[in-house]
Each structure stands twice: as structure tokens, then as C-alpha cells.
T-cell receptor
Framework: DTGVSQDPRHKITKRGQNVTFRCDPISEHNRLYWYRQTLGQGPEFLTYFQNEAQLEKSRLLSDRFSAERPKGSFSTLEIQRTEQGDSAMYLC??????????FGPGTRLTVL | TQLLEQSPQFLSIQEGENLTVYCNSSSVFSSLQWYRQEPGEGPVLLVTVVTGGEVKKLKRLTFQFGDARKDSSLHITAAQPGDTGLYLCAGASGTGGFKTIFGAGTRLFVKA
């Protein structure tokens, strides 16, 4: 197993466009998490899935953000009508139950 | 609101020096993790501490969890340029431990 993977690694988009990121967790992990990290800060929790169920969403996740994990394996995070304030590193992590989370390399989003 | 405060925020030292990084909170955590993050990459797990008073060693790195499970420290002996990076502490929170709270990190630069 090669760990958590994320695609794309970098995304540059214009304000108002929609973007979608993908995360493939470690195969035996049932929990999947999304975080956002801005410059000079630690990652901030956005949402998490237990299998295919989305069990918690942060207040940071506005209605322009939606995440899915349709078959309990990979997950997608979509941002609609992007704004410059959405520019950040979007990190995905996975874990087996409440054990330690392992992070992917992240997707760096730049909104022009 | 649970917060993890890390100090110092930035540290620049010469190769061979020792250093200690602190992670403090007013809240109790069921476990605490230390990660290291390189620019443009996701955090990489260094250690998880669970028991109050626990000490773990990873080569030149020594991690300690406070007796009350509210704080932790990371001590690096004889720092090397390869130790350069952002060190993040993170605490497990939320019902079932799903939510991880991160500190803002300590950015370490070790000069050769």
C-alpha cells in the first residue's frame, strides 16, 4: 500500500469556476477526513466520513463546498463558484476507526 | 473551543544544537500526535502519545505527554539540517475521537 493519494496536486482556477479534488485513502481505512490549511497555520478540520456516511461537517464548510464518498472508498471534494479566499492546501487523511490519521500530499488550490 | 498553542512559532538554530518545542492546551486530549510537514506536502506522522506522562524516543527526537494529557513537548538532540520543517502537534477530540485539532506549528530551520 502506498498511503493516501490526492489528485490533482496543484490546481489554478479563476474566481467563479468550480473545482473538484479526489482523495484515495489507505485501502483498509474506514474513516476519511478533509482538512484545509492556509499559510502559517495548521490544518483545519472540514468534514469526515465513516465508510460512505458523512458524519460531521465544520462550520468552515460553506454551502459552496460538498464532499462525497459514494462507495466508502475514494472521496471527492467539490468547491462551487470559487472565491479568492478558497485558496489553500486541501488535505485528505484516513484512519482505521479513531486511530491515528495518515495524510495525503494535499492539493494546493490557487484562485485567481 | 479546544485550542493547541505551540511555541516557539519559529526557531532558527545551528547544526548540533538542542531544542525543545512545546504544545499546550487547557483541554484534555485522549491522544496527541506530532507531525512534520515539508513545504508543499502533507503532514507526516512522527509519533502518537496516549498515556499521561508517557515518553517516546525516535532516534534523536524525544516526545513527552504531560501527566494531565493537556500538553506535550518535542526535544531534538544535536539538530541536523534534515530536521528542518514545520512541526505540528495535534490532539484527538470529538465523540469517538474523529476530530483532530492542530496547533499552528513550529517552523524549524537548522543551519549547516
Amino acid at each position: 500500500d502506498t498511503g493516501v493519494s490526492q489528485d490533482p496536486r496543484h490546481k489554478i482556477t479563476k474566481r467563479g469556476q468550480n473545482v473538484t479534488f479526489r482523495c484515495d485513502p489507505i485501502s483498509e481505512h474506514n474513516r476519511l477526513y478533509w482538512y484545509r490549511q492556509t499559510l502559517g497555520q495548521g490544518p483545519e478540520f472540514l468534514t469526515y466520513f465513516q465508510n460512505e456516511a458523512q458524519l460531521e461537517k465544520s462550520r468552515l464548510l460553506s454551502d459552496r463546498f460538498s464532499a462525497e464518498r459514494p462507495k466508502g472508498s475514494f472521496s471527492t471534494l467539490e468547491i462551487q463558484r470559487t472565491e479568492q479566499g478558497d485558496s489553500a492546501m486541501y488535505l485528505c487523511a484516513s484512519s482505521q476507526e479513531a486511530r491515528t490519521q495518515y495524510f495525503g500530499p494535499g492539493t494546493r488550490l490557487t484562485v485567481l | 473551543t479546544q485550542l493547541l498553542e505551540q511555541s516557539p512559532q519559529f526557531l532558527s538554530i545551528q547544526e548540533g544544537e538542542n531544542l525543545t518545542v512545546y504544545c499546550n492546551s487547557s483541554s484534555v486530549f485522549s491522544s496527541l500526535q506530532w507531525y512534520r510537514q515539508e513545504p508543499g506536502e502533507g503532514p507526516v506522522l512522527l509519533v502518537t502519545v496516549v498515556t499521561g506522562g508517557e515518553v517516546k524516543k525516535l532516534k534523536r527526537l524525544t516526545f513527552q505527554f504531560g501527566d494531565a494529557r493537556k500538553d506535550s513537548s518535542l526535544h531534538i538532540t544535536a539538530a541536523q539540517p534534515g530536521d528542518t520543517g514545520l512541526y505540528l502537534c495535534a490532539g484527538a477530540s470529538g465523540t469517538g475521537g474523529f476530530k483532530t485539532i492542530f496547533g499552528a506549528g513550529t517552523r524549524l530551520f537548522v543551519k549547516a
